[in-house]
């Protein structure tokens, strides 16, 4: 029997973490998404969930990188050479890496079965080419050994997989969601490992009473009949799923204004962001949240909301540890930008900083600081959340 795994639309809560594996979803080259949180957090669950939101895939029959056989430049040479390739449709793809996996499991590595019996150098795909086009899913990321995690994010970002040992010199497509969960008390990642994740979220337990209790109503009901319960919250993750489909659609036509780059990166060099990947991964970042709540343009105050995920392992070289301290610095931050005029610039665009500047914070306009500001303590996907609940129309109970 095909047991039904848990629906990303029936997790309660948890808005800072969906919202950044919707992001990494719609575009995949943000160089990945690592949730740190305490045991008992859904942490696993929404990651194996937002697998069932992606839709199928359309591939090449048998081919290990699960090429699409309508784009030529991306084939792999064995789909290259096949003069007529059969079309099929698939899964999209969730790769687990263990934490014992071997670089030759992950990078790929010389068939020595071929090799001995006969006498032929074959590649034998690794862990990188089962995810092309997929999930690739590390729990305990902060366990894994430095040499593996440095290849994991050198592919999430290239998107390809370079190979050079044993007599043999390749490149394949490896272009793939990265999400690493890590628990903290268990230590945390190098902070030049840090640093390469594109968004970072902190999650907790739900503190709400009345969530807690839905949490444990859902549970139950999704362990005495999973499939059942999957069936009841199909239709809320179909509709989820449609989103992300046309988000992907729309993200290449949003431009990048002058106004838009010179947001983001007065805002992560202010923040004392190192070297040049806060820039675009705010960027990024802002582009798939306007991609997916439908925008022609991106707005200023989608790249105020990236900042609650790109920054918070990035602020002044140090790692935020809790949302509330992550909200609390990052608040501040756009507020002293806001009010010395720091994201002021000559534009027709409509944005907050066409404010005068003002030189006493606490005279700053209400208005514009309500759009800049995201209370709470899962500030982080505020703005992108509640939208996106209305265009999928999810429930706070399972439907009947």
């Given at each position: 029997m095909n047991h039904a795994g848990y629906p990303f639309s029936a997790v309660v809560g948890q808005e800072s973490m969906k919202t950044a594996l919707l992001a990494a979803a719609v575009d995949p080259s943000l160089g990945g998404v690592l949730i740190r949180g305490e045991k008992g957090t859904a942490k696993s669950t929404v990651v194996r969930a937002l697998r069932e939101l992606l839709p199928q895939l359309q591939t090449v029959a048998n081919c290990p990188y699960h090429c699409h056989p309508d784009q030529p430049l991306g084939l792999c040479d064995q789909c290259r050479d096949n003069p007529a390739p059969?079309?099929?449709?698939?899964?999209?793809?969730?790769?687990?890496?263990?934490?014992?996996?071997?670089?030759?499991?992950?990078?790929?590595?010389?068939?020595?079965?071929?090799?001995?019996?006969?006498?032929?150098?074959?590649?034998?795909?690794?862990?990188?080419?089962?995810?092309?086009?997929?999930?690739?899913?590390?729990?305990?990321?902060?366990?894994?050994?430095?040499?593996?995690?440095?290849?994991?994010?050198?592919?999430?970002?290239?998107?390809?997989?370079?190979?050079?040992?044993?007599?043999?010199?390749?490149?394949?497509?490896?272009?793939?969601?990265?999400?690493?969960?890590?628990?903290?008390?268990?230590?945390?990642?190098?902070?030049?490992?840090?640093?390469?994740?594109?968004?970072?979220?902190?999650?907790?337990?739900?503190?709400?009473?009345?969530?807690?209790?839905?949490?444990?109503?859902?549970?139950?009901a999704f362990e005495a009949q999973p499939q059942r319960f999957a069936a009841e919250w199909r239709q809320e993750d179909q509709r989820l799923s449609r989103l992300v489909d046309a988000a992907r659609e729309r993200l290449t036509a949003l431009e990048l204004s002058d106004d838009l780059l010179h947001t983001a990166v007065t805002i992560s060099a202010e923040?004392?962001?190192?070297?040049?990947?806060?820039?675009?991964?705010?960027?990024?970042?802002?582009?798939?949240?306007?991609?997916?709540?439908?925008?022609?343009?991106?707005?200023?105050?989608?790249?105020?909301?990236?900042?609650?995920?790109?920054?918070?392992?990035?602020?002044?070289?140090?790692?935020?540890?809790?949302?509330?301290?992550?909200?609390?610095?990052i608040d501040a931050l756009l507020k002293r930008l806001q009010s010395d005029g720091a994201l002021q610039k000559a534009s027709t665009d409509r944005t907050l900083s066409e404010e005068p500047a003002r030189t006493d914070p606490d005279e700053l306009d209400e208005q514009a600081l309500e759009a800049m500001q995201i209370p709470g303590g899962a500030a982080?996907?505020?703005?992108?959340?509640?939208?996106?609940?209305k265009k999928s129309s999810p429930m706070t109970t399972p439907p009947k």
């Amino acid at each position: 029997m095909n047991h039904a795994g848990y629906p990303f639309s029936a997790v309660v809560g948890q808005e800072s973490m969906k919202t950044a594996l919707l992001a990494a979803a719609v575009d995949p080259s943000l160089g990945g998404v690592l949730i740190r949180g305490e045991k008992g957090t859904a942490k696993s669950t929404v990651v194996r969930a937002l697998r069932e939101l992606l839709p199928q895939l359309q591939t090449v029959a048998n081919c290990p990188y699960h090429c699409h056989p309508d784009q030529p430049l991306g084939l792999c040479d064995q789909c290259r050479d096949n003069p007529a390739p059969q079309a099929v449709s698939a899964a999209v793809p969730l790769v687990e890496l263990p934490l014992g996996a071997t670089e030759d499991r992950v990078v790929g590595t010389l068939d020595i079965e071929q090799a001995l019996s006969a006498g032929v150098r074959r590649f034998e795909p690794g862990l990188l080419a089962e995810a092309n086009r997929g999930i690739l899913y590390v729990d305990e990321v902060n366990l894994l050994e430095d040499h593996l995690v440095d290849l994991l994010l050198d592919a999430a970002t290239s998107g390809e997989n370079v190979v050079e040992r044993e007599g043999i010199s390749l490149r394949h497509p490896a272009r793939f969601i990265l999400v690493g969960t890590m628990n903290p008390e268990e230590g945390e990642l190098r902070p030049q490992f840090l640093d390469r994740f594109g968004l970072c979220v902190t999650v907790r337990g739900l503190s709400e009473p009345g969530d807690r209790i839905e949490v444990i109503r859902r549970r139950n009901a999704f362990e005495a009949q999973p499939q059942r319960f999957a069936a009841e919250w199909r239709q809320e993750d179909q509709r989820l799923s449609r989103l992300v489909d046309a988000a992907r659609e729309r993200l290449t036509a949003l431009e990048l204004s002058d106004d838009l780059l010179h947001t983001a990166v007065t805002i992560s060099a202010e923040a004392g962001a190192a070297g040049h990947r806060a820039d675009l991964a705010l960027v990024k970042a802002a582009r798939a949240f306007a991609a997916l709540l439908e925008r022609d343009s991106i707005e200023r105050e989608l790249v105020f909301e990236a900042a609650r995920f790109v920054l918070p392992h990035r602020f002044d070289g140090r790692l935020l540890r809790s949302p509330e301290e992550a909200d609390a610095e990052i608040d501040a931050l756009l507020k002293r930008l806001q009010s010395d005029g720091a994201l002021q610039k000559a534009s027709t665009d409509r944005t907050l900083s066409e404010e005068p500047a003002r030189t006493d914070p606490d005279e700053l306009d209400e208005q514009a600081l309500e759009a800049m500001q995201i209370p709470g303590g899962a500030a982080a996907g505020s703005i992108l959340l509640p939208i996106l609940k209305k265009k999928s129309s999810p429930m706070t109970t399972p439907p009947k």
